[in-house]
């Protein structure tokens, strides 16, 4: 069936380093999306990528997605206490079913 | 604040009995889905409504089903609970490319 993988599961950050997980798919993506769950809450949209090699920033936050649009990756820089949290990535394919990531749970070290 | 909602917040219920999880999007979002989200896991699609109708389905059985209504709310109903079925159950309705998750429901099954 169609799978995304998610690592690492875990990413201990000391405050001001960077960090980066990544998202692989058995199968090719019409789209990605990655989203952000704090504790206790929902996950929350950060963006979609759609085009092969396409590359997006939110601030300290660069997201990719790969040439056979099969894997994503999420760069944080200068990681903050703010950025604590659970981020998913979910990819679509075009029978419109999502499919989740395990995700990355991040805590930072002050 | 997503304009989702979904109620109940929290459900307690026993093996093999029936609930009924109810979820109000944005006006104008033609699309919901619903997702079931196991404690330290990545949400998993159950299905998608547009329009009032089922256009994509995940990996559940045929007692997970939906109604989506022209108001913009929906409902998911789980007939002979188990277990397993306990979860944190998410909806989540979709405005171009970008998808907004309600709070979800935290079903208990005893």
């Known amino acids: 069936g169609q799978q995304v993988m998610q690592i690492p599961q875990y990413q201990h950050v000391q405050e001001g380093e960077d960090f980066t997980t990544y998202c692989n798919s058995s199968?090719?993506?019409?789209?990605i999306q990655w989203y952000k769950q704090r504790p206790g809450g929902h996950p929350v949209f950060l963006i979609q990528?759609?085009?092969?090699?396409e590359v997006k920033k939110q601030k300290r936050l660069t997201f990719q997605f790969g040439e056979a649009k099969k894997n994503s990756s999420l760069h944080i820089t200068a990681t903050q206490t703010t950025d604590v949290g659970t981020y998913f990535c979910?990819?679509?394919?075009?029978?419109?079913?999502?499919?989740f990531g395990a995700g990355t749970t991040v805590t930072v070290r002050a | 604040e997503t304009g989702v909602t979904q109620s109940p917040t929290h459900l307690i219920k026993t093996r093999g009995q029936q609930v009924t999880l109810r979820c109000s999007s944005q006006?104008?979002?033609?699309?919901v889905s619903w997702y079931q989200q196991a404690l330290g896991q990545g949400p998993q699609f159950i299905f998608q409504?547009?329009?009032?109708?089922?256009?994509g389905r995940g990996n559940f059985p045929p007692r997970f089903s939906g109604l989506q209504f022209p108001n913009y709310s929906s409902e998911l109903n789980v007939n002979a609970l188990e277990l397993d079925d306990s979860a944190l159950y998410l909806c989540?309705?979709?405005?171009?490319?970008?998808?907004?998750f309600g709070p979800g429901t935290r079903l208990t099954v005893l």
């Open positions: 979910a990819g679509e394919h075009n029978d419109y079913k999502l499919s």
């Open positions: 199968t090719t993506l019409s789209n």
């Open positions: 409504y547009y329009r009032e109708e089922e256009n």
């Open positions: 989540a309705s979709r405005a171009y490319n970008e998808q907004f």
């Open positions: 006006s104008g979002h033609n699309t």
């Open positions: 990528l759609v085009k092969s090699g």
